[in-house]
C-alpha cells in the first residue's frame, strides 16, 4: 500500500476515534436530575424502624440552656408552590395566603444527640399548623427529627393546643440520603384510603413527643399572647381581597 494511503486512512481512523471520545464529553455536560419520590403512606419495615429509632432518641427532660428565642409575625404566600398540584375538582384561590405565625426555639445544654428544639404554630385563618423541629448536634446520619400536625381553623389557638392535637406527619431528614416520611394519607380520588394501622405506634409516639414538648416549651400559654400582638390579630387573618372579588362586593352595594 502507498505511504500516503496509509497516511490517509490513519487520519480517518484519529479523526473517528476522536469524535467518538467527545460525544460522550458532549452528553456529560447536559444537566441530570434526580427525583426522589418519598413514599408517606406506606413506608417500608427498615423506614418504620428508623423512625421509632428517633422518636425514641428525643429526650423527655431535656436540660434547656441559657439561649432561646421567641418571636412572632406575618407571612405571605402569593404564588402557590408549583410542586403542589391541586387534585381535580380542587378551587384555587388567586389571593395570596396571609399566615400569623408564632416561633420559639431553644438550645439544649448538654452535649445530647439533639442541639435544639423549635416549635411553631401557623394560622392563615383556614388552618392552625404545629411544626415541632429537633436539630441533630453532630450530624453523622440524622440531621433533624420534624412533627407537625394540623387542624381547620374553626376555633382558635387556645383551644387547639389544649385539645392536643395528633401529628399527622413525620419526617427524618439525613445526611447524604433521602428523607424518610410518614404521613396519615386519606382516600385518593375513585380510590380507599390505605391501612395504616400498622403505623399508629409510630404516630401514637410522634403525639407523646408533641404533648411533651408543648409542656416543657410553655407554648399553651406564649403562643395565644404572642399571636394577639400581631396588629389586627383580634380575629383570624383576612385574606385580601383580589381585584374580581372587590368588583363582585361593590356591584352588591
Keep these: 500500500m502507498p505511504s500516503k494511503l496509509i497516511l490517509i486512512v490513519a487520519g480517518l481512523l484519529l479523526t473517528i476515534s476522536a469524535f467518538a471520545q467527545q460525544a460522550p464529553d458532549a452528553q456529560s455536560t447536559q444537566p441530570q436530575v434526580k427525583v426522589n419520590m418519598l413514599n408517606v403512606c406506606t413506608p417500608s419495615a427498615e423506614e418504620q424502624k428508623e423512625i421509632a429509632a428517633a422518636l425514641a432518641r428525643v429526650p423527655k427532660q431535656p436540660l434547656f440552656g441559657s439561649d432561646f428565642e421567641v418571636s412572632h409575625g406575618l407571612s405571605t404566600l402569593s404564588v402557590p408552590p408549583n410542586f403542589l398540584q391541586p387534585a381535580k375538582g380542587t378551587q384555587m384561590s388567586d389571593d395570596p395566603s396571609v399566615a400569623r405565625y408564632v416561633r420559639v426555639r431553644h438550645e439544649f445544654a448538654v452535649q445530647a444527640l439533639f442541639s435544639s428544639v ?62 424518610i416520611a410518614l404521613a396519615r394519607c386519606s382516600a385518593a380520588e375513585s380510590g380507599t384510603a390505605p391501612d395504616q394501622s400498622v403505623y399508629e405506634p409510630l404516630f401514637r409516639s410522634a403525639s407523646e413527643v408533641l404533648v411533651n414538648y408543648r409542656n416543657l416549651l410553655g407554648v399553651r400559654e406564649s403562643v395565644p399572647a404572642e399571636l394577639a400582638q400581631i396588629p389586627g390579630a383580634a380575629s383570624n387573618p383576612a385574606k385580601p381581597k383580589s381585584a374580581k372579588a372587590a368588583k363582585a362586593s361593590e356591584e352588591k352595594k
Design 118 to 179: 423549635q416549635y411553631s404554630f401557623s394560622d392563615d385563618g383556614q388552618n392552625m399548623v404545629e411544626t415541632l423541629v429537633l436539630h441533630v448536634r453532630d450530624p453523622k446520619d440524622l440531621i433533624q427529627v420534624s412533627i407537625e400536625d394540623s387542624a381547620s381553623s374553626i376555633g382558635t389557638a387556645k383551644a387547639m393546643l389544649a385539645a392536643n392535637t395528633p401529628a399527622s406527619r413525620i419526617r427524618l431528614e439525613r445526611f447524604g440520603k433521602s428523607s
